[in-house]
């Protein structure tokens, strides 16, 4: 199982980007997917994740501005960012909660993509 996370890159604050996150492998069921970002000296935090029941979480900091979308077709979840600020500047991760069978379960992250957010 690998998680492939793409689509950072450099941007001016208030611009957009467009992250994805493939997941590829033999799998029996994705419990829980979303995004984490880590920023140099500080913890990872959540972004934005699906939960098991299928709604959605986000961080306080990225409400109103970062949407999480998924095609499960493709087990694919995708994080529309806007209004990026420079703050934002981070390590973004992705990770998902998977069961590869009934009885065996665990955690799984990207490579993680940078995101860097600068005039």
């Known amino acids: 199982v690998q998680l492939q996370a793409s689509g950072g890159g450099l941007v001016q604050p208030g611009g957009s980007l467009r992250l994805s996150c493939v997941l590829s492998?033999?799998?029996?069921?994705?419990?829980?997917m979303g995004w984490y970002r880590q920023a140099p000296g500080n913890q990872r935090e959540l972004v934005a994740a699906?939960?098991?029941?299928?709604?959605?979480n986000y961080g306080d900091s990225v409400k109103g501005r970062f949407t999480i979308s998924r095609d499960d077709a493709k087990n694919t979840v995708f994080l529309q960012m806007n209004s990026l600020k420079p703050e934002d500047t981070a390590v973004y991760y992705c990770?998902?909660?998977?069961?590869?069978?009934?009885?065996?379960?665990?955690?799984?992250w990207g490579q993680g993509t940078l995101v860097t957010v600068s005039s």
């Open positions: 990770s998902a909660d998977i069961s590869l069978s009934l009885f065996k379960r665990g955690d799984y």
């Open positions: 492998g033999s799998i029996y069921r994705i419990n829980t």
């Open positions: 699906f939960t098991t029941g299928g709604s959605t």
